[in-house]
């Protein structure tokens, strides 16, 4: 197996994760992003190479992806990086990846489509948390349970937190609302319209409705035309969070994201090695037919970080090894249910 591929953003939080981890399976990638000194360090600790380039410089980039593979695209937010990413690496005919987890990134990278298949490279965002273990969740309900047609997804984490990445991505989208799939489109909703308790198997706990990934990715997967997502929170962070519809127009004032970013800088880079270490993800899907019979799947792996960066790697791994389909693929789409159970730790229930 060639050893050719580019970390881009590994002086992030789930970036160094991926590049640290990346020597459990073998693997040595070439360490990218724009923090020259964060790259620097990390590089010389880990004994690999480096090479600082802006995504607003393309022929930097396509010197950076000469003679390289696949790319997993570690830097966000991904509305604003991963168009940039993903123009070059058909330029170049790499394979990209990354770990995406917003619905319009998914969608906009599925209109390259047709120019992969003709480049003959590969394009799968969400290899990580979002969205490996729903889009199993979504592919294995299928699989028991043929004529599916609406379908609802949900996960918890416990005992861990998010890093500065996925909270500056989220209040990027401050204000914006929620989705959800009906009769194969696309439609916005009120965040938190749904809510209601599910049982994960080891908890029961209250979830609302959340626009994750999977209202896109799913529907490429599965073919299953109604698709709802949700999130594990307090219930009393409900009842506020139902309030936000109200003052949406103040939570979308730059002014006011701009500090909400500030804050999020003073926070930890993400969740400590401890919590890495014990913590969870939960996941539920359930499956309903035409006749209104349904099926129950559940999941359950490491805390999320944890499970993206063995994720990501994994299927760097089957791209490396020549495992993958032209064009845009999802992970469960491409490499069917069972590929997540290569991630350590994980089981369906």
Known sequence: MQNHFVLYGANGYTGELIARLSYAYGL???????NTEAIKNLAKELSLEYIT???DNPAALDNLLKGQQLVIHAAGPFSKTAKQM??????????????????????LVKTFNQTAIEKNC??????????????????????????????KLAFASIGSTISHGTATTMAEKL??????????????????ENSMWVDFGKKNLFVMSIPWG???????TTGIPNIETF????????????????FNWFLKLELVRNIIKKRIDQRPAGPDEKMRKEGKSLVWGKGTNAEGESITVRLAGPEGYTFTAHASLIIATEILKGNWKPGYQTPAGC??????????????H
């Open 175 to 192: 204000g914006e609302g929620g989705a959800k799939r009906i009769n194969g489109k696309i439609i916005g909703t009120p965040l938190g």
């Open 231 to 246: 999130f594990a929170i307090k219930p009393s962070v409900y009842k506020w969070m139902k309030m936000q519809k109200f």
């Open 122 to 151: 590969m394009l799968m965002p969400g290899v990580g948390f979002d969205v490996v273990p729903t889009d199993s969740v979504a592919k294995k309900i299928t699989e028991l349970f043929p004529g599916v047609t609406d379908l």
């Open 214 to 220: 999977d209202i896109s990715t799913a529907h490429h």
């Open 28 to 34: 040595r990638p070439l360490l990218a992003g724009r």
């Open 335 to 348: 490499y069917g249910s069972e590929l997540v159970l290569k991630v350590p730790g994980v089981s369906y």
């Open 53 to 55: 380039v802006g995504l």
């Open 86 to 107: 993903v123009e070059a690496c058909i330029r170049n005919n790499v394979h990209y990846t990354d770990i995406n987890g917003d619905i319009s990134c998914f969608e």
